[in-house]
């Protein structure tokens, strides 16, 4: 391998680049106007990035597939796998199934100011979910588990509500939550979850 | 230019198709804004409401916008170089490859068989001819991309060592932009969608399939754009009556513009469980240096702007703005433009900061934000364009320019009075790509005076497409005497451009960096899933 011939090509290009570079007349004015739009730039980027790598924040994004098709046989999403759990740990995971035209189950309960952890799936065709005024906000594609964590800070009753086109009754895609404060929630009991029961 | 009728014919057949699309497409959104309020109980039909808006944004999205920068393009190239189209029999048949394919997919989407909307979406599937029309339609507009980076290599064999005229330089990186971006949309169609339509595969991956679509999503937003800023940088100074601040900086400004807006689409993913984090991340910060050409054309056309308005007898700080040739459409047309730029390219930072996305994902914030972008700055810019081409492509005066003027003003106002609610309607949660609102829920009474106003913006809205459809109806088939001999005029620089190095004169090197970047940023995310074998979802109707 005869690298070095590359590298001092690679090396005159480059200086060849950057003296063709400073020659273009930029106005002084302009100038300063970039240099602040990079600033700009730099610390919005900044700021998103160290939140991604030092405080988590990042959008949903753990890759896990999922056979949508044959839900039914799967155990974890099987029907009495699906809402609240609460594990040993005290850790809540909440599983949820969407499908045309509804999020099952239809209702759940869950504390404020607590960890949660949404595992989502579709059962048919590409759904999303919103709750409005939160982040709970994720994609759910067929094939795919969406799982996203987030914390509730306000108690109240809010509707879960899909936000991406499913066919023509996408309109009808909805359910509710109740986010209860943390000292009036009570853990689900293990079995059965209940389905509709607060949908009147 | 002594005869140029068969290329002036060509741009205006371009144009014409273009615009009919257009005022077809406002028709429906008056009717969805209508509709989708639920004040008029009679129109509730979620079947009609979901063929309307996938018309509508196949319309708008792809039929205006293919068609407009196709016919203003092929008449830039010919009057910028000096030289007659390139194959003109060969642009003619791209021509009406494009129109085939606008009229095969026009009868699935009005029947109420593509009600997919202009973004797929599978494992739902439209009929077969939707996405086989979709593809000659893309197919017309490569064929317009091949003359116009032809045309700019037969320019610079014959002139060699000199200045490519900046707006051609726009107008070839707008082509090159165009052919790497809808490289993405293309192999969905090709590879995923027609097979699936057909019944020839009994699943899809709707992870590949977005992902590739992502690809298309950000760049064909600039190639939309890409003509609104060539009119800020080659028409607005001399229409204003000045000059082009710096010829070299904006040619910059569009190579960041093409090279930046390829690798970035994720953005439009930042939701979705098939991509991780950290090429969301990587794709997050692209999508901020996009913004960079932006904050630089925006100085560029103000700096244009104030020289102008100084020349015409400005005096201190901001006496220049009254001096300004407001009766002028395009001086007008790219203040008013500006204005919404400012605006849609705040919110457009706000979905685009990463984790933040989440509370405005797929809320009207979204269909608010682009109505205000596209909608706004860039088809504003379209009148603009067409009100300075149309007495030069007919050699007639405008019918009128005070009904132009009333015109521009009038869309500013509509798009203000239409997207300030829908924006608000987002962050007050409400979904977009919904037929009506039938929640069971308190929140939902606080939407109701918002979706009034916007009622009222998209009356106005149509009501200026109208009066611009008529002005230049009237502007060609009005009998006058008058001949118009005008001639386009593009801007001269503050500095005259004597060479330039190579790089800012010529595509090849940024074709190159686009592939290299594209591998990085798409290459292990489409790679993914061929490793990962997500099980297929099957088809389903809507």
């Known amino acids: ?200 | 230019m002594t005869n140029d009728a068969a290329e002036r014919k060509l741009a205006l057949s371009h144009l014409w198709v273009a615009f009919i699309a257009f005022i077809l497409a406002c028709f429906m959104g008056e009717y969805q804004v209508l509709e989708r309020s639920g004040f008029i109980s009679a129109m509730d039909s979620p079947t009609v409401y979901f063929a309307s808006v996938s018309t509508h944004g196949v319309l708008m999205a792809f039929v205006l916008t293919s068609f407009f920068i196709m016919g203003s393009g092929y008449y830039i190239a010919v009057t910028s170089l000096k030289q007659a189209v390139w194959n003109r029999t060969l642009a003619w048949g791209g021509f009406w490859l494009a129109v085939a394919g606008t009229v095969i997919a026009a009868v699935p989407l009005l029947t109420g068989r593509a009600s997919v909307l202009y973004t797929f979406y599978p494992p739902i599937v439209a009929h077969a001819a939707f996405y086989i029309g979709a593809t000659l339609l893309v197919a017309g507009s490569w064929v317009w991309c091949a003359i116009m980076l032809l045309m700019l290599r037969q320019w610079k064999m014959a002139h060699p060592g000199q200045v490519v005229p900046l707006a051609m330089f726009a107008t070839a990186m707008n082509a090159l932009l165009w052919l790497w971006a809808s490289a993405g949309v293309a192999l969905e169609i090709l590879f995923q969608l027609i097979p699936l339509s057909l019944g020839w595969t009994d699943t899809i991956d709707p992870g590949l399939a977005r992902t590739l679509f992502a690809w298309t999503l950000h760049p064909i937003v600039y190639f939309w754009l890409i003509p609104a800023y060539t009119a800020f940088y080659v028409f607005l100074p001399k229409q204003a009556g000045g000059y082009l601040f710096s010829d070299e900086m904006a040619r910059l400004a569009f190579i960041v513009l093409a090279v930046f807006a390829l690798p970035i689409g994720f953005h439009h993913l930042y939701m979705d469980p098939e991509q991780a984090s950290g090429w969301k991340l990587l794709h997050g910060v692209g999508t901020f240096v996009v913004a960079l050409p932006t904050l630089v054309t925006g100085f560029a056309v103000l700096a244009s702007l104030e020289i102008a308005g100084n020349l015409r007898g400005g005096k201190g700080l901001f006496g220049w703005i009254g001096c300004l040739p407001w009766t002028n459409t395009m001086v007008l047309s790219v203040i008013l433009s500006l204005l919404m730029l400012i605006f849609g390219g705040f919110g457009g930072i706000v979905n685009a900061s990463y984790a933040m996305n989440a509370m405005v994902h797929n809320t009207a914030w979204v269909p608010g934000h682009f109505h205000l972008i596209f909608a706004g700055t860039t088809v504003i810019m379209y009148f603009a364009i067409a009100y300075y081409f149309w007495p030069m492509l007919v050699k007639k005066p405008l019918y009128s320019n005070a009904l132009a003027l009333l015109q521009l003003w009038l869309w500013f106002i509509g798009m203000s009075i239409l997207t300030t609610p829908w924006h608000v309607l987002g962050l007050l949660g409400q979904p977009r790509r919904v037929s009506g609102v039938v929640y069971n829920n308190l929140l939902t009474l606080s939407w109701k005076p918002y979706e009034l106003m916007m009622i009222l913006g998209g009356l106005i809205l149509l009501g200026s497409a109208c009066l611009f459809i008529y002005n230049l109806a009237k502007t060609q088939l009005h009998p006058t005497q008058e001949v118009f001999a005008g001639e386009i005029e593009y801007a001269e620089p503050m500095h005259a451009v004597a060479s330039l190095p190579e790089w800012l004169n010529d595509i090849t090197l940024w074709n190159k960096v686009i592939a290299v970047l594209m591998a990085i940023s798409f290459g292990y995310p489409i790679l993914q899933f061929f490793f990962i074998h997500a099980p297929g979802a099957s088809p389903w109707g809507f």
Request: charged content about 20%; some cysteine; glycine content about 6%.
């Open chain 1, 1 to 200: 391998m005869q690298l070095e011939p590359l590298k001092q090509k690679c090396m005159q290009h480059l200086r060849e680049f950057y003296a063709q570079w400073r020659a273009i007349p930029i106005d002084k004015l302009e100038q300063k106007w970039i240099t602040i739009s990079l600033i700009v730039i730099g610390l919005f980027v900044g700021i998103i990035t160290v939140d991604a790598l030092f405080h988590s924040v990042n959008p949903p994004g753990k890759i896990e597939t999922v056979d949508s098709a044959s839900l039914h046989l799967n155990e974890e999403f099987a029907e009495e796998n699906l809402g609240v759990q609460v594990d040993a740990k005290g850790d809540i995971t909440i599983r949820m199934v969407a499908g045309r035209y509804s999020f099952f189950p239809k209702h759940i309960t869950v504390p404020a100011e607590t960890r949660l952890t949404f595992r989502w799936v579709s059962m048919d065709v590409l759904h999303g979910v919103h709750i409005p005024m939160t982040n709970m906000s994720t994609m759910i594609v067929p094939g795919y588990v969406a799982e996203i964590t987030t914390t509730f800070p306000k108690p109240g009753e809010y509707p879960m509500l899909c936000n991406e086109y499913c066919g023509l009754g996408h309109n009808h895609m909805w359910s509710n939550i109740s986010v209860l404060a943390r000292e009036d929630w009570v853990a689900p009991a293990r079995l059965p979850v209940e389905g509709a029961a607060n949908d009147k």
